[in-house]
């Protein structure tokens, strides 16, 4: 299985998802936004072999982006991903399960917001 992981946390709220991607890729070269991407990468793996396992065929029509927020005890909630399917669903299920690294001290108190796609290659 091959996959593409990319992650970019950015000071975003807008509330139309192709909006917060948008200002996510743009917020995304911030160095707070930079430093916090790098350690939340190693949370996505997990999140894909949990809806596709081992073995199992790559999907053909997996590429997706998430976006979210994570608060400042690192819980993540209002994620939305684009486009909404099974595989995406199952994906930000399983994403949403895990406690994320303590945003950055800048963070605004409704979250830190983050952006993830997903290219399976």
């Keep these: ?32 936004g930079a430093a916090y991407d790098a350690s939340l990468n190693a949370y996505l793996p997990d999140a894909v072999h949990a809806c596709i396992p081992t073995g199992a ?3 053909s029509h997996g590429n997706f982006a998430l976006v979210a927020d994570v608060a400042p005890n690192g819980h993540i909630h209002n994620i ?4 909404q399917t099974s595989l995406t669903q199952c994906f930000a299920r399983q994403f ?13 108190a409704q ?11």
């Design 96 to 108: 949403g399960k895990n406690t994320l690294p303590t945003p950055p001290a800048n963070a605004p």
């Design 80 to 83: 939305a991903v684009s486009p």
């Design 57 to 59: 065929a790559s999907p």
């Design 111 to 121: 979250g830190w917001p983050i952006f993830a796609e997903i290219s399976f290659e």
């Design 1 to 32: 299985l091959g996959l593409a992981l990319l992650l970019a946390a950015a000071p975003v709220w807008a509330q139309d998802f192709n909006q917060r991607l948008i200002s996510a890729q743009q917020a995304a070269a911030s160095g707070a």
